[in-house]
């Protein structure tokens, strides 16, 4: 996917968010929030690497979303935030102004998902999107370095892609459960089997006493 996550804001408190891969991006989209200049209406991008953050402030409210560089610069994902926040304000209106953190997210996190796919997968989005003609400042967005923009000590680095590592951990997670339910699956057999033979020896001990002999001789 093109969109990797999508997060709505108010302030710093999430209202709702997705990814779409394994990542920290939702930790630097939280460093984004805390340094996002008190503008009521703005657009504004932040690159790392070959990703993008792209954010909308409108209505109060903060719409992100990160995105491959190569998924360009401004019209489809800033787009793509114009449909997020017109289908965010439709469903819930003013009630984001008073919401708890994540309120909205089992909801809406399934819509971001859907217009994460809608935008990164379908060829028509562009067009549809700029036929709209909603966003003609956005070509005007400055992209800026976001390790400028944090203004850390240390640089935050941002960790995608990672499922194969997830996998591989995963697959060695599964094979040591099936190692580990295999052996104590083996132990309890042999526990078992280990009673059957205990207790067969105590019933022929008791036989041998009752019939006088070891041969049973009196209970033949």
């Not at 008190?38 to 792209?54: C, E, K, L, P, T």
């Amino acid at each position: 996917m093109a969109i990797h996550y999508a997060m709505v804001a108010r302030a710093s408190a999430v209202l709702a968010e997705y990814s779409s891969t394994p990542s920290n991006a939702n930790a630097i989209a939280r460093q984004i929030l805390e340094k996002l200049p008190n503008v009521a209406d703005s657009h504004v991008s932040y690159s790392q690497g070959r990703f993008i953050f792209h954010v909308t402030k409108a209505d109060g409210l903060t719409f992100l979303c990160m995105a491959d560089d190569s998924f360009g610069t401004g019209r489809i994902p800033f787009s793509f935030l114009e449909d997020v926040r017109s289908k965010f304000m439709k469903t819930y209106g003013m009630k984001a102004n008073m919401a708890l953190p994540y309120a909205m997210n089992d909801e809406f996190s399934r819509v971001l998902n859907q217009q994460m796919e809608y935008f990164s997968k379908d060829v028509n989005a562009d067009n549809i999107n700029r036929m709209k003609g909603e966003l003609n400042q956005v070509r005007n967005v400055m992209i800026q370095n976001i390790d400028k923009v944090l203004d850390r000590g240390e640089r935050l680095e941002l960790l995608v892609d990672k499922t194969a590592t997830i996998q591989n951990r995963a697959f060695r997670f599964r094979k040591k459960a099936r190692e580990f339910r295999s052996a104590n699956w083996w132990r309890n057999v042999k526990l078992v089997a280990l009673l059957i033979i205990l207790i067969l020896i105590i019933i022929y001990v008791v036989l041998a006493i009752v019939c006088h002999g070891m041969t049973l001789p009196s209970c033949r």
